[in-house]
Nanobody
């Protein structure tokens, strides 16, 4: 089992920045994939960003590309999502996700085995 705990959410004005953290514990994810998803009010959960643990290969949704950056700290078993130039439409609950091995299904929720509880991000206009 893998336990994931998100932190760093909050209220920020449009144009501001937040950094989300996701700490992983339990079974090792060092050979796998970490991802961030979000669910806005009244909408389905959608892909935001993902990173392969060993190689550092990243992928982003078009809506956040150039504004958000995903990264890992292997020593801390932690993945980060740096969010800059935030927009009101970024308001959502953000979820950390993990799988312990490689999969090409990095951009859909079915490609992940473990999920955190989520952290609220609210961007005011």
């Amino acid at each position: 089992q893998v336990q994931l705990v998100e932190s760093g959410g909050g209220l920020v004005q449009a144009g501001g920045s937040l950094r989300l953290s996701c700490a992983a514990s339990g079974r090792s994810v060092s050979s796998g994939v970490m991802g961030w998803f979000r669910r806005a009010p009244g909408k389905e959960r959608e892909f935001v960003a993902a990173i392969t643990w060993r190689s550092g290969i990243t992928t982003y949704s078009d809506s956040v590309k150039g504004r958000f950056t995903i990264s890992t700290d292997n020593a801390k078993n932690t993945v980060y999502l740096q969010m800059n130039s935030l927009k009101p439409e970024d308001t959502a609950v953000y979820y950390c996700a993990a799988r312990v091995d490689w999969s090409p299904r990095l951009r859909d929720v079915s490609g992940y085995d473990y999920w955190g509880q989520g952290t609220q991000v609210t961007v005011s206009s």
